[in-house]
């Protein structure tokens, strides 16, 4: 158990030091995402000036939500990683994998892993230099139970992100330009993750639909807990579906990883 | 090189890039259905806001749809005629290939910007200007033919403006060598575009108004359609598709002379 452990830890730190490469990368994007959120800002304070509340949430609310989202999407959020497996798959790089005693699919979550500890250091940065101006219109609820359910949820929530992106990685080995599909799911997760508006802005009978569906629970619940959107109830209720949720796509990852490998032709000497 | 002979360089690129999508019409199928959700997303943001408040900035929904598709429908055009070029371009310049873009007989900005066009993106501008047509429509608005041209210069003026914006975000990879998805930023920028002017207020009016052009570039062609022939925003946004491109192009050579070859 322990040699398998600590396969993955190796994993795991490697992946910690080519992301560590890649700081700027991650340090100039998360800088662009607070500028995205001067927009939201400037949006919603301009919405919110001939509706002082809008679905039941003051501004400070609905910024809090924001903050939060970019926060945690450099946490848990799935960056580029499908587009990494199909870069793998297409120039024959995973033909290693099947001559190793190594899991592909925990090899990757472990570097994605790494790389969210990164990207998640970093976007604290641009948090701390623009609290003094959003600091006192956030309004973060107080319980444990927040905190207590918001853990779980974002663990959660990224297993749900990464498996996401994985099943799209493996679309590879059907389609072999896999951009479109990766840029479509984009357009999705941004809808139906609540990244463009909190999902409870939505008519009652969409939102209710949408509480069914993956995208649900990758930012947007866990976002959704620790911002006060959702009450103890409500997230205790959905914890275990997010839960199914997380476990259903693992099984379809590997459902895929199988499948694909059928189809796949391993050239080299 | 005179201009003509730059215009025929660029008629045997897009010769190249149709037959090239003739030959992945899925591919095109693809891409454009992926732009039309977009376009989509981009509404039903503004549907759903408007389902609880009666106005933004003092814009009226279809007042609304008509800016954000002016934004859309700028977006749409340069993506079609410059970003895939200029997004292969950052991508060359870390991996040594620009030698490629260097070696040929033109302007570099030019060779490596208008290799390859995006006809999805043209067919979905398409698209933003029926929703422009559309939003006029539902607004009662009827834009005299000076007007609708003035729109039309305003919209190219915005072309450019985003342009440059892209070039200089791109650039960026001549002196960061690491970094990649830099391009990814300048949809971050480009969205200020989708704001009113007037919500913006105090500092952030006179930096994202008036010196980030990104707001004068989807809000002066919006309010020509709207309102008429504004001559202080028709002069601003002229302005600033001339002084921006012109930084864009400084900047591009200046990190030209950075740039090492890859090859022995």
Not at chain 1, 164 to 193: H, K, N, R
Not at chain 1, 219 to 243: C, E, K
Not at chain 2, 174 to 181: N, P, R, T, Y
Request: with cysteine.
């Amino acid at each position: 158990m322990y040699a398998v452990l600590n396969k993955y830890r190796t994993a795991f730190l490697i992946g910690l030091q080519s992301n560590v490469v890649y700081r700027w990368n991650f340090a100039i994007r998360s800088g662009f995402s607070f500028v995205q959120l001067a927009v939201v800002f400037i949006l919603w304070r301009a919405a919110y000036a001939s509706a002082p509340d809008i679905g039941g949430f003051a501004f400070g609310a609905t910024l809090t939500y924001f903050v939060t989202l970019i926060v945690v999407q450099f946490f848990i959020g799935a960056f580029n990683e499908d587009y990494l497996i199909n870069e793998e798959i297409r120039n024959g790089l995973i033909n290693q994998f099947m001559l190793k005693p190594i899991n592909y699919f925990a090899y990757r979550f472990s570097i994605f892993t790494a790389a969210r500890v990164v990207s998640g250091a970093l976007v604290l940065i641009p948090l701390a230099a623009a609290l003094p101006f959003l600091g006192h219109y956030l309004v973060l609820p107080h319980g444990a139970w927040r905190v207590a359910l918001g853990v779980p949820a974002l663990a959660l929530g990224g297993l749900i992100q990464f498996a996401i992106a994985f099943c799209f990685g493996m679309l590879t080995f059907w389609f072999l330009e896999i951009q479109g599909f990766i840029i479509l799911s984009l357009a999705l997760e941004s809808v139906l993750g609540g990244q463009m508006f909190p999902l409870d802005l939505l008519p009652p009978a969409a939102f209710r639909v949408i509480q069914y569906l993956p995208f649900y629970y990758q930012m947007y619940f866990p976002a959704a807990i620790l911002t006060g959107r959702i009450s103890g109830r409500t997230a205790l209720h959905q914890l275990p579906v997010q839960a199914a949720w997380a476990v259903g796509l693992v099984a379809l990852a590997g459902f895929l990883w199988r499948r694909g490998l059928r189809r796949h032709t391993a050239v080299g000497g | 090189m005179s201009l003509q002979r730059y215009a025929a360089i660029w008629l045997a690129c897009i010769r190249y890039t149709l037959t090239r999508t003739l030959m992945f019409r899925g591919d095109f199928f693809i891409w454009a259905l992926v732009e039309l959700f977009w376009t989509g997303v981009n509404l039903l943001m503004i549907l759903v806001i408007y389902q609880h408040t009666a106005s933004i900035a003092g814009w009226s929904e279809y007042q609304m749809i008509l800016l954000v598709s002016t934004a859309m429908l700028i977006q749409r055009l340069l993506m079609g005629f410059f970003w895939t070029s200029i997004f292969e371009m950052g991508r060359n310049v870390r991996s040594g290939d620009f030698d490629f873009v260097l070696a040929q007989p033109g302007n570099p900005l030019f060779m490596a910007s208008t290799r390859k066009l995006d006809p999805d993106s043209l067919v979905n501008s398409a698209v933003s200007l029926g929703i422009v047509i559309y939003a006029a429509h539902r607004l009662g608005l009827h834009p005299s033919v000076l007007d609708l041209a003035l729109y039309a210069a305003l919209i190219v003026c915005g072309v450019a403006i985003h342009y440059s914006v892209l070039v200089l975000t791109v650039a960026l990879v001549f002196w960061l060598k690491h970094a990649q998805g830099l391009e990814g930023s300048y949809f971050t920028l480009a969205d200020f575009g989708r704001l009113p002017s007037q919500a913006f207020r105090g500092a952030s009016r006179i930096l994202f108004v008036w010196i980030v052009p990104l707001v004068v570039v989807s809000n002066a062609p919006a309010r020509t359609i709207l309102h008429g022939f504004q001559p202080a925003w028709t002069a601003w946004a002229a302005a600033m598709a001339a002084g921006w491109l012109a930084l864009a192009i400084f900047v591009f050579h200046r990190g030209l002379r950075r740039y090492s070859s890859a090859s022995s």
